[in-house]
């Protein structure tokens, strides 16, 4: 992308670029902005798992350990570690539980 030419306006300067040109930077920005406008229940759902896993590891144990001991999948326990499930209430109080949180 190389500029056509520039504009001064009351000092101002300009860059002038092909509308094709302008029509990829500004969809590309709009993407950018998109990403970061996040919907709520996805920004829970990595606040739940960040604090379980703080949790997790401030109680000394591994996901496997932590499983055991709340009767889950340690694959359920990755999934909400990494943002990517949304724990029933129930599973959320066996891991409050199972690390002497409850």
């Known amino acids: 992308m190389s500029p056509v030419g520039k504009l001064v306006i ?3 300067e ?5 509308r094709r ?9 709009r993407g950018r902005k998109r990403e970061r406008e996040r919907p709520a229940r996805e920004a829970a759902m990595e606040i739940i798992g960040r604090t379980l896993l703080q949790r997790r590891i401030k ?7 932590l499983a055991r001991k709340a009767g889950v999948r340690s694959e359920t ?4 570690e990494s943002g990517h499930f949304r724990p ?11 690390m002497g949180l409850k």
């Open 77 to 80: 326990i990755s999934r909400i």
């Open 59 to 65: 109680a000394g144990l591994s996901q496997e350990e």
């Open 88 to 98: 029933r209430r129930e599973t959320m109080a066996r891991l409050d539980a199972a």
């Open 14 to 18: 300009y860059v002038v670029i092909p």
């Open 21 to 29: 040109e302008f029509e990829k930077l500004a969809g590309e920005s």
């Open 10 to 12: 009351d000092n101002e």
